[in-house]
C-alpha cells in the first residue's frame, strides 16, 4: 500500500491479538484540508471513523469499518456548495503481500487490501473509502427542480411567432413514398 501524507494512521499488525481491537481515527484540520484538496472538494467539515480489527488466519486482518463524515460539494446542476452527512459502514480484508496470489491482483477486488511490513495504513484506508462514497455528480435536493421560466408579454409573442421547426423523418417518409410510387410504375 502506498504511503500517503495527507492522512496516516498505522496500525502494527502485532497490535491486533485474538480479541477485536477498535481503533478510532478521526482527521484533523490539516488532514481535513489536504482531503478536500486532494478529492477536489470545498471542504472536508468532519472525518471520524471506528474500526474493528479482527486477526485470523494467515496473518490477514478482517476489518468492518462504520464512516462518518461531512463534506460541502458542488452541486453540478446549479453550482452552489452544499452539505453531504456520511454515515457509512464497509469491509475490509487485508492480506500481507506476499501471500497475496498473482490470480487476486488480477480480481482487483476493492475489499481486499495487501499491506506490507506488517503495518496497516487505516488513514489511508479511510480516505479511499471515502473517495468511494463520494458521490461523483453531487446535486441538491432541490436543484433537480429548476425555477420556472417566467415570460413577460412581448417574449411570449417572440416565442409564438416563431416557425416550427420541420422534423427531419417527414423527409424520409417522403422519400420512401416517393420509391414506393417508382416501384408501382
Same mark, same amino acid.
Given at each position: 500500500?502506498k504511503?500517503?501524507?495527507?492522512?496516516?494512521?498505522?496500525?502494527?499488525?502485532?497490535?491486533?491479538?485474538?480479541?477485536?481491537? /477498535?481503533?478510532?481515527?478521526?482527521?484533523?484540520?490539516? &488532514?481535513?484540508?489536504?482531503?478536500?484538496?486532494?478529492?477536489?472538494?470545498?471542504?472536508?467539515?468532519?472525518?471520524?471513523?471506528?474500526?474493528?480489527?479482527?486477526?485470523?488466519?494467515?496473518?490477514?486482518?478482517?476489518?468492518?469499518?462504520?464512516?462518518?463524515a461531512?463534506? @460541502?460539494?458542488?452541486?453540478?446542476?446549479?453550482?452552489?456548495?452544499?452539505?453531504?452527512?456520511?454515515?457509512?459502514?464497509?469491509?475490509?480484508h487485508?492480506? =500481507?503481500?506476499?501471500?497475496? $496470489?498473482?490470480?487476486?491482483? &488480477?480480481?482487483?477486488?476493492p475489499?481486499?487490501?495487501p499491506?506490507?511490513?506488517?503495518?496497516?495504513?487505516?488513514?489511508?484506508? /479511510?480516505?479511499?473509502?471515502?473517495?468511494l462514497?463520494?458521490?461523483?455528480?453531487?446535486?441538491?435536493?432541490?436543484?433537480?427542480? =429548476?425555477?420556472?421560466? @417566467?415570460?413577460?408579454?412581448?417574449?411570449?409573442?417572440?416565442? $409564438?411567432n416563431?416557425?416550427?421547426k420541420?422534423? =427531419?423523418?417527414?423527409?424520409?417518409?417522403?422519400?420512401?413514398?416517393?420509391?414506393?410510387d417508382k416501384?408501382?410504375?
Amino acid at each position: 500500500m502506498k504511503a500517503c501524507c495527507e492522512f496516516s494512521r498505522k496500525v502494527q499488525i502485532n497490535q491486533i491479538q485474538k480479541k477485536p481491537l /477498535t481503533v478510532k481515527i478521526e482527521a484533523n484540520e490539516d &488532514e481535513k484540508q489536504a482531503l478536500a484538496k486532494r478529492f477536489s472538494i470545498p471542504e472536508v467539515q468532519s472525518l471520524l471513523c471506528t474500526y474493528q480489527l479482527k486477526y485470523y488466519h494467515g496473518r490477514q486482518v478482517r476489518a468492518v469499518g462504520e464512516m462518518r463524515a461531512e463534506v @460541502i460539494q458542488n452541486c453540478v446542476i446549479s453550482l452552489e456548495d452544499f452539505l453531504v452527512k456520511m454515515n457509512e459502514s464497509f469491509e475490509l480484508h487485508f492480506i =500481507p503481500s506476499d501471500k497475496l $496470489s498473482s490470480e487476486l491482483e &488480477e480480481i482487483d477486488d476493492p475489499d481486499v487490501i495487501p499491506y506490507e511490513n506488517d503495518v496497516i495504513d487505516l488513514g489511508e484506508v /479511510t480516505a479511499e473509502q471515502l473517495a468511494l462514497f463520494l458521490d461523483p455528480y453531487p446535486h441538491k435536493t432541490d436543484a433537480d427542480q =429548476p425555477n420556472p421560466l @417566467i415570460l413577460s408579454e412581448n417574449e411570449v409573442e417572440i416565442v $409564438s411567432n416563431k416557425e416550427p421547426k420541420e422534423n =427531419p423523418f417527414k423527409v424520409l417518409e417522403q422519400l420512401k413514398i416517393l420509391n414506393k410510387d417508382k416501384k408501382k410504375s
